[in-house]
């Protein structure tokens, strides 16, 4: 099938790559990078939602948000 396999991925699409046999998307990340991202929720308490306080709308501490292009 090796003429008749690109032109039919070519003709109907690729199958996609991140799922596995069951069907389950799979991320093919190394195991070294899954393993920081891990680390970084559990340890960091700015992305650990424990420790999430709500939004900063109204506090007086701190700075008003303003976006670069706004000439306020």
Do not use: C
């Given at each position: ?9 070519f ?34 308490p ?27």
């Open positions: 099938m090796g003429v008749l396999k690109p032109v039919l991925d003709l109907f699409g690729k199958d996609p790559d991140i799922f596995d046999d069951k069907g389950n998307v799979v991320h093919k990340h190394p195991k070294k990078k899954w393993e920081a991202w891990s680390n970084r929720l559990k340890l960091d700015k992305y650990n939602w424990r420790h999430h306080t709500g939004t900063q709308a109204g506090d007086q501490k701190a700075p008003p948000a303003t976006h670069p292009n706004n000439k306020n």
